[in-house]
């Protein structure tokens, strides 16, 4: 009787254990955390030397690759600086996605925040300077605009996150 | 220095064994059965699985968990059941992973076993891990989230996987839809990963006994209705929670994933899987002596295929003969083969085995170290106890108290049955033999073939000739050695009754079983 009743214990124990580590309760992001967190997707504008091509050159390319212009280059490159009550928290320069830095740049920050009233100032600007115009290829293309200024007071909800992404050539900011 | 911990293991196992036993019944001990038991949960599992996903949308993942959960009637337990089988899948994995290392046998022919359980218990993880996901409450959102930041620094895709989490746009159900595909796939890989894993054994055990599923399945029931399993609020990618839910079975390993560099998590992930894939390597022992395979005499084997039947390991087969006879003859593939010395006591004309543990060795030592003390001495002290070298040390040290004549074998199943007549013809008035309990033998099949040769006329059977009140078989579980030892003085008791024995001086049992000679003209 005292064997069964000492397993029946063990098991219920066991199983309590079981439970309870299943379903332990541990600390995340705590009580008064906040967080600003950037997050776009920015085609950026194409930096090209282009010219056109002469007869003779023409005359050496396969029938299917005789285009008259050429154009030869890279992607751009942005700055993104994060200022946090005038104070700097980031600044990074950021470039195209893939081997040849030619695809989107991929924007994904976290930065911590104090819960309350706090000016936020994000700019997100093109590195290379250029006194041409926007390339209408650029436009086409969707390229961000050279420029990119966010400056603004945000109430910062305890536990919640301040959300600033990119659409139609502004800074989106969303909160909870 | 590995021979070591293993002991420390098998040291650490033993003293949970006695705990359970003293409280339970030996046969049931879900320590021994954690293999089988880890692969009855793969079938609830895919049983309570197939339940849930018949309600799961991945459209609405948290809010179709969340109706699953409230549905009092079989949902919410059936989920409960889901989720404790996952934590006492990966728990019973480990336990049978600790124990075959205890056991020294995760080494050799058993190498593929080893490698293919460790992958099954990270294949296991990675399917929990999903399957946290899947439900989309706080605690599936962390996951996903590290899961992400992990997979973000690999460089497999230009665009961050994190994004999806960042809140800007709504959750794709495309990436609850590749969860849910990674979700059932891997448990497909898992049944492909559990056939490797048996592959190389011949009977395989894949079901705990039906008395100890009904008792798993139930315990799992009762706790998911008692204890409904957790489930965190819905994810909200602008809301961070203060804490969530954590299972420390599957996941005890996230919070130091948060804090830490995602490559220094890749290494420790990197340097754990492969010193667990490399034990078998840094287990290793010496393939002579203890550890040599067995091999067959050709001029002894009489082709009946016995050896090849009991092989726990599927290493022996029937070849064509060479020398003109016209059987066939045992033939021994030391790959596969683990030493376990089964196969001699299979063998009547004592043809094969572990170089020094054939028959006629084990008659040898019969005759040269026990046979001498026998001649003279009470009935009491005339008794053999024949005991398996992995059982209970204490059992082994208290036979010698009670005055039998110890006889330490590796295992009860590589006794031959020649030793026993050998032993009761000429001078013992009984045999008792203690083997180490069926689910728990290191060789497999020990106990059941040793039952089977002495009581039920499988080769080598017992000859008829021999008094089996004079032999009795038990098993001698760790933590009961007192019942071991009260099993032994009730057998002393019944032998004393007897008449005493006919001691036959000149008995040359090897002569029963001379090896045939080629017949003429072949």
């Given at each position: 009787?005292?064997?069964?009743?000492?397993l029946g214990l063990v098991v219920a124990l066991v199983a309590w254990l079981l439970a309870a580590s299943s379903g332990a309760t541990v600390t995340w992001?705590?009580?008064?955390?906040?967080?600003?967190?950037?997050?776009?997707?920015?085609?950026?504008?194409?930096?090209?030397?282009?010219?056109?091509?002469?007869?003779?050159?023409?005359?050496?390319?396969?029938?299917?690759?005789?285009?008259?212009?050429?154009?030869?280059?890279?992607?751009?490159?942005?700055?993104?600086?994060?200022?946090?009550?005038?104070?700097?928290?980031?600044?990074?320069?950021?470039?195209?996605?893939?081997?040849?830095?030619?695809?989107?740049?991929?924007?994904?920050?976290?930065?911590?925040?104090?819960?309350?009233?706090?000016?936020?100032?994000?700019?997100?600007?093109?590195?290379?300077?250029?006194?041409?115009?926007?390339?209408?290829?650029?436009?086409?293309?969707?390229?961000?605009?050279?420029?990119?200024?966010?400056?603004?007071?945000?109430?910062?909800?305890?536990?919640?996150?301040?959300?600033?992404?990119?659409?139609?050539?502004?800074?989106?900011?969303?909160?909870? | 220095?590995?021979?070591?911990?293993?002991?420390?293991v098998?040291?650490l196992l033993?003293?949970l064994?006695?705990a359970v036993?003293?409280l339970s019944?030996?046969?049931f001990n879900p320590l021994h059965q954690s293999g089988t038991i880890a692969a009855y949960l793969l079938l609830v599992l895919s049983v309570t699985g197939l339940y849930l996903i018949?309600?799961y949308?991945?459209?609405?993942p948290?809010?179709?968990v969340q109706?699953i959960a409230?549905d009092?009637?079989l949902g919410g337990w059936m989920r409960g059941v889901h989720r404790y089988a996952t934590d006492v899948f990966l728990l019973a994995a480990v336990v049978h992973g600790f124990r075959v290392f205890?056991?020294?046998?995760?080494?050799?022919?058993?190498?593929?076993?080893?490698?293919?359980g460790v992958v099954l218990v990270g294949v296991g993880l990675a399917c929990a891990w999903t399957g946290f996901v899947m439900a989309w409450d706080t605690f599936g959102q962390r996951l996903a989230?590290v899961g992400?930041?992990?997979?973000?620094?690999?460089?497999?895709?230009?665009?961050?996987?994190?994004?999806?989490?960042?809140?800007?746009?709504?959750?794709?159900?495309?990436?609850?839809?590749?969860n849910l595909?990674v979700h059932i796939g891997l448990p497909l890989l898992m049944g492909?990963g559990l056939?490797?894993h048996?592959?190389?054994?011949?009977?395989?055990?894949l079901l705990p006994?039906?008395?100890l599923q009904w008792a798993v399945s139930a315990g799992l029931v009762i706790l998911a209705v008692v204890i409904p399993a957790p489930l965190g609020p819905?994810?909200?990618?602008?809301?961070?929670?203060?804490a969530t839910v954590l299972n420390l079975s599957s996941a005890w390993w996230l919070p130091l994933a948060e804090?830490?560099?995602?490559?220094?998590?890749?290494?420790?992930a990197?340097?754990l899987t492969?010193?667990a894939?490399?034990?078998?390597?840094?287990?290793?022992?010496?393939?002579?002596?203890?550890?040599?395979?067995?091999?067959?005499?050709?001029?002894?084997?009489?082709?009946?295929?016995?050896?090849?039947?009991?092989?726990?390991?599927?290493?022996?087969?029937?070849?064509?003969?060479?020398?003109?006879?016209?059987?066939?003859?045992?033939?021994?593939?030391?790959?596969?083969?683990?030493?376990?010395?089964?196969?001699?006591?299979?063998?009547?004309?004592?043809?094969?085995?572990?170089?020094?543990?054939?028959?006629?060795?084990?008659?040898?030592?019969?005759?040269?170290?026990?046979?001498?003390?026998?001649?003279?001495?009470?009935?009491?002290?005339?008794?053999?106890?024949?005991?398996?070298?992995?059982?209970?040390?204490?059992?082994?040290?208290?036979?010698?108290?009670?005055?039998?004549?110890?006889?330490?074998?590796?295992?009860?199943?590589?006794?031959?049955?020649?030793?026993?007549?050998?032993?009761?013809?000429?001078?013992?008035?009984?045999?008792?033999?203690?083997?180490?309990?069926?689910?728990?033998?290191?060789?497999?099949?020990?106990?059941?073939?040793?039952?089977?040769?002495?009581?039920?006329?499988?080769?080598?059977?017992?000859?008829?000739?021999?008094?089996?009140?004079?032999?009795?078989?038990?098993?001698?579980?760790?933590?009961?050695?007192?019942?071991?030892?009260?099993?032994?003085?009730?057998?002393?008791?019944?032998?004393?009754?007897?008449?005493?024995?006919?001691?036959?001086?000149?008995?040359?049992?090897?002569?029963?079983?001379?090896?045939?000679?080629?017949?003429?003209?072949?």
């Amino acid at each position: 009787m005292i064997r069964r009743l000492a397993l029946g214990l063990v098991v219920a124990l066991v199983a309590w254990l079981l439970a309870a580590s299943s379903g332990a309760t541990v600390t995340w992001h705590g009580d008064e955390a906040a967080l600003l967190r950037l997050s776009w997707v920015a085609r950026p504008e194409r930096i090209e030397e282009c010219r056109s091509r002469t007869d003779a050159e023409l005359a050496e390319q396969p029938a299917h690759m005789r285009q008259a212009r050429e154009c030869r280059g890279g992607s751009a490159s942005y700055r993104l600086a994060v200022t946090i009550d005038g104070e700097p928290i980031a600044e990074d320069v950021l470039e195209g996605g893939g081997l040849r830095k030619d695809r989107a740049i991929f924007v994904l920050q976290e930065h911590p925040l104090q819960p309350g009233a706090r000016r936020v100032q994000i700019r997100f600007s093109r590195v290379e300077p250029s006194d041409r115009p926007v390339d209408s290829a650029d436009v086409r293309r969707g390229a961000v605009p050279r420029s990119l200024v966010l400056d603004t007071v945000v109430q910062v909800p305890a536990a919640g996150v301040v959300l600033v992404s990119f659409g139609d050539s502004a800074f989106i900011l969303k909160l909870p | 220095m590995i021979a070591r911990v293993e002991r420390g293991v098998r040291r650490l196992l033993r003293l949970l064994d006695c705990a359970v036993h003293r409280l339970s019944d030996w046969r049931f001990n879900p320590l021994h059965q954690s293999g089988t038991i880890a692969a009855y949960l793969l079938l609830v599992l895919s049983v309570t699985g197939l339940y849930l996903i018949v309600f799961y949308r991945v459209g609405s993942p948290s809010e179709s968990v969340q109706r699953i959960a409230a549905d009092p009637w079989l949902g919410g337990w059936m989920r409960g059941v889901h989720r404790y089988a996952t934590d006492v899948f990966l728990l019973a994995a480990v336990v049978h992973g600790f124990r075959v290392f205890g056991q020294a046998r995760s080494w050799g022919p058993r190498a593929r076993a080893w490698v293919t359980g460790v992958v099954l218990v990270g294949v296991g993880l990675a399917c929990a891990w999903t399957g946290f996901v899947m439900a989309w409450d706080t605690f599936g959102q962390r996951l996903a989230i590290v899961g992400a930041r992990l997979f973000d620094v690999l460089p497999v895709l230009s665009e961050p996987v994190a994004r999806i989490f960042a809140g800007d746009r709504a959750m794709p159900s495309a990436f609850f839809f590749l969860n849910l595909f990674v979700h059932i796939g891997l448990p497909l890989l898992m049944g492909i990963g559990l056939w490797l894993h048996v592959s190389k054994v011949a009977r395989p055990v894949l079901l705990p006994p039906r008395r100890l599923q009904w008792a798993v399945s139930a315990g799992l029931v009762i706790l998911a209705v008692v204890i409904p399993a957790p489930l965190g609020p819905a994810a909200d990618p602008l809301r961070l929670p203060a804490a969530t839910v954590l299972n420390l079975s599957s996941a005890w390993w996230l919070p130091l994933a948060e804090r830490s560099s995602p490559w220094l998590v890749w290494g420790a992930a990197a340097m754990l899987t492969l010193l667990a894939i490399a034990v078998p390597w840094l287990a290793r022992r010496s393939r002579s002596e203890t550890f040599a395979p067995s091999v067959v005499d050709p001029r002894l084997c009489t082709g009946c295929d016995q050896c090849t039947q009991d092989c726990p390991w599927g290493a022996i087969t029937m070849v064509p003969r060479t020398d003109g006879r016209p059987t066939l003859v045992a033939l021994v593939d030391p790959a596969l083969c683990v030493s376990c010395g089964i196969c001699a006591a299979s063998c009547a004309p004592m043809g094969v085995g572990p170089e020094g543990r054939t028959g006629r060795h084990q008659l040898f030592r019969a005759r040269t170290e026990l046979l001498p003390q026998l001649r003279e001495g009470t009935v009491d002290s005339r008794i053999v106890a024949v005991c398996c070298s992995q059982t209970d040390a204490m059992v082994r040290k208290h036979f010698g108290s009670v005055g039998a004549r110890l006889h330490e074998v590796p295992c009860i199943g590589t006794l031959h049955t020649s030793v026993v007549e050998l032993l009761l013809r000429q001078g013992a008035s009984g045999v008792f033999i203690a083997g180490c309990p069926p689910r728990d033998c290191a060789a497999r099949e020990g106990p059941k073939w040793t039952e089977l040769r002495l009581f039920h006329d499988r080769e080598a059977e017992l000859q008829e000739r021999v008094d089996r009140r004079r032999v009795h078989l038990t098993v001698a579980p760790a933590g009961l050695a007192g019942e071991t030892l009260a099993e032994y003085a009730n057998f002393r008791d019944a032998v004393r009754a007897l008449e005493g024995p006919e001691v036959e001086d000149d008995v040359d049992i090897r002569l029963l079983c001379e090896p045939l000679e080629p017949e003429a003209g072949t």
